[in-house]
């Protein structure tokens, strides 16, 4: 019987079995602790045959699923891996810190370290990017006079909003990929989402906390953020290189975009074409990084080449099993069904997007793979939905950015290194990414309303 029947005959199973596929993927990630890979896999297999997909055929839906997701991202995921961890070990995160921070004065001082994890968390993973960046957190907070906890939320928040929303951070680009958006206009869409978001977020939150909450700091902790890993340069590099290298992947891919709007028809727009796109883009990025930074780096290149690929190896591995689940959630109907129930719901198309990634980031603990499995399951309806897909995108993003559980890895960073209680990390951190995440579907209302009275 093929799923189309199936579905036909009773759809309130299908969405039974949709819950179950969910519950056991959260059981299998949070109890067994197996890796999200496998529990994808596992969860991708078992949900195939309940749904009464054809052996034969599922896991060809299974392997296609795999391949299409990463033949999106997959380059520019290993790219951008590369590029971030040559940067941090440069030194270049903490000199992106120190040009911002000089800019916003010692009152401001939170809102310039918010907008430093936002740019920082572009090219550098979350976890790496807290844990170099913290140790301005204390001189900070004795300089100033303003509560710990304060710094602690607006880096935090900063860094998880651009990782949720900017591009080419990998959930987002799985995102674009699935939505089929413009990565030009995407990118700018983002910046701007991420900015609004983090200052109320990280800046307005962490403030508004910071007056409420005191925490003391522990010999124990300051020893473990003076940790060597961010001792690593041989020769310090400047301010303006560091905000060179980060600018220019982000330059070639807006060049591609603006010149594409204004030269459509000019030579000029062909080059920028090649140039701007984000493989492309990337790669020029990191091979000009390995050609100037080679200076600042101490310790072999084939030793950061071999760490930033086992970083890649597991992300691409999550990444493309987790396209994997939303092929085959999409080939048994259900993600046609989902869209059609939760519209009888009177549930906009956008609010539902970030409801339905924000409730897969708090229960699997991974902003990535909430990422990739809504976009995959409304990816594909994009053209039903009669709704603007960067808008779409930007609301999937906004959902993956708040609510971190103890689940999530980024939850026990912030509390080992903000030095907080378990308590204390859950008001600051948890509590407010959720409400960045709030201000991003906000804004991203504020568009869409404004659209429709143009």
Same mark, same amino acid.
């Given at each position: 019987?093929?799923?189309?029947?199936?579905?036909?005959?009773?759809?309130?199973? /299908?969405?039974?079995? *949709?819950? #179950? %596929? &969910? +519950? @056991?993927?959260?059981?299998?990630?949070?109890?067994?602790? !197996?890796?999200?890979?496998?529990?994808? /896999?596992?969860?991708? *297999?078992? #949900? %195939? &045959? +309940? @749904?009464?997909?054809?052996?034969?055929?599922?896991?060809? !839906?299974?392997?296609?699923?795999?391949?299409?997701?990463?033949?999106?991202?997959?380059? &520019?995921?290993?790219?951008?891996?590369?590029?971030?961890?040559?940067?941090?070990?440069?030194?270049?995160?903490?000199?992106?810190?120190?040009?911002?921070?000089? &800019?916003?004065?010692?009152?401001?001082?939170?809102?310039?370290?918010?907008?430093?994890?936002?740019?920082?968390?572009?090219?550098?993973?979350?976890?790496?990017?807290?844990?170099?960046?913290?140790?301005?957190?204390?001189?900070?907070?004795?300089?100033?006079?303003?509560?710990?906890?304060?710094?602690?939320?607006?880096?935090?928040?900063?860094?998880?909003?651009?990782?949720?929303?900017?591009?080419?951070?990998?959930?987002?680009?799985?995102?674009?990929?699935?939505?089929?958006?413009?990565?030009?206009?995407?990118?700018?869409?983002?910046?701007?989402?991420?900015?609004?978001?983090?200052?109320?977020?990280?800046?307005?939150?962490?403030?508004?906390?910071?007056?409420?909450?005191?925490?003391?700091?522990?010999?124990?902790?300051?020893?473990?953020?003076?940790?060597?890993?961010?001792?690593?340069?041989?020769?310090?590099?400047?301010?303006?290189?560091?905000?060179?290298?980060?600018?220019?992947?982000?330059?070639?891919?807006?060049?591609?975009?603006?010149?594409?709007?204004?030269?459509?028809?000019?030579?000029?727009?062909?080059?920028?074409?090649?140039?701007?796109?984000?493989?492309?883009?990337?790669?020029?990025?990191?091979?000009?990084?390995?050609?100037?930074?080679?200076?600042?780096?101490?310790?072999?290149?084939?030793?950061?080449?071999?760490?930033?690929?086992?970083?890649?190896?597991?992300?691409?591995?999550?990444?493309?099993?987790?396209?994997?689940?939303?092929?085959?959630?999409?080939?048994?109907?259900?993600?046609?069904?989902?869209?059609?129930?939760?519209?009888?719901?009177?549930?906009?198309?956008?609010?539902?997007?970030?409801?339905?990634?924000?409730?897969?980031?708090?229960?699997?603990?991974?902003?990535?793979?909430?990422?990739?499995?809504?976009?995959?399951?409304?990816?594909?309806?994009?053209?039903?939905?009669?709704?603007?897909?960067?808008?779409?995108?930007?609301?999937?993003?906004?959902?993956?950015?708040?609510?971190?559980?103890?689940?999530?890895?980024?939850?026990?960073?912030?509390?080992?290194?903000?030095?907080?209680?378990?308590?204390?990390?859950?008001?600051?951190?948890?509590?407010?990414?959720?409400?960045?995440?709030?201000?991003?579907?906000?804004?991203?209302?504020?568009?869409?309303?404004?659209?429709?009275?143009?």
């Amino acid at each position: 019987m093929s799923t189309e029947n199936w579905t036909r005959e009773n759809r309130n199973m /299908l969405l039974i079995l *949709f819950i #179950l %596929a &969910l +519950a @056991v993927l959260f059981l299998l990630i949070l109890k067994f602790k !197996i890796e999200p890979f496998i529990a994808l /896999l596992i969860t991708s *297999f078992g #949900l %195939a &045959l +309940a @749904v009464r997909i054809p052996i034969s055929e599922a896991s060809a !839906i299974i392997a296609d699923g795999f391949g299409s997701t990463l033949a999106g991202v997959g380059i &520019l995921i290993g790219l951008g891996i590369v590029f971030g961890q040559f940067l941090a070990k440069a030194g270049a995160v903490e000199k992106i810190a120190e040009g911002i921070l000089s &800019l916003t004065g010692s009152k401001k001082s939170p809102a310039g370290l918010a907008l430093t994890g936002t740019i920082v968390s572009i090219p550098v993973f979350f976890d790496a990017a807290f844990v170099i960046l913290n140790k301005v957190i204390k001189s900070l907070s004795t300089k100033t006079g303003i509560a710990r906890i304060t710094f602690v939320t607006a880096l935090a928040v900063g860094l998880i909003v651009s990782h949720s929303m900017v591009i080419p951070t990998p959930g987002p680009l799985v995102v674009a990929e699935n939505i089929g958006v413009d990565l030009g206009i995407f990118l700018i869409a983002g910046i701007f989402v991420a900015v609004v978001a983090t200052l109320v977020g990280g800046f307005g939150y962490g403030t508004f906390i910071g007056r409420r909450m005191k925490t003391e700091i522990t010999e124990e902790a300051e020893e473990v953020v003076h940790d060597p890993e961010v001792q690593h340069s041989i020769k310090r590099i400047s301010k303006k290189l560091s905000f060179g290298l980060i600018a220019l992947p982000i330059v070639l891919i807006l060049s591609n975009t603006l010149s594409q709007l204004f030269i459509p028809d000019n030579p000029l727009s062909s080059f920028f074409a090649f140039v701007g796109d984000k493989n492309v883009a990337l790669l020029i990025a990191v091979l000009v990084s390995l050609v100037v930074l080679k200076p600042y780096i101490a310790g072999p290149y084939k030793a950061q080449f071999n760490q930033s690929m086992q970083d890649a190896g597991s992300i691409l591995l999550i990444t493309g099993a987790g396209g994997a689940f939303g092929a085959v959630i999409n080939a048994s109907g259900m993600g046609d069904y989902l869209i059609e129930m939760m519209t009888s719901w009177n549930i906009h198309i956008l609010l539902l997007a970030f409801i339905f990634t924000q409730i897969l980031r708090a229960s699997l603990g991974s902003a990535t793979v909430a990422l990739v499995t809504t976009s995959s399951i409304l990816g594909p309806q994009i053209a039903e939905l009669a709704v603007s897909p960067v808008l779409l995108a930007l609301a999937i993003c906004s959902g993956a950015i708040g609510l971190s559980l103890p689940n999530d890895s980024g939850f026990w960073v912030v509390n080992r290194f903000g030095n907080l209680t378990v308590a204390q990390t859950l008001k600051a951190w948890s509590l407010g990414g959720f409400v960045a995440g709030l201000t991003g579907i906000t804004l991203v209302y504020i568009m869409y309303f404004i659209g429709q009275l143009m």
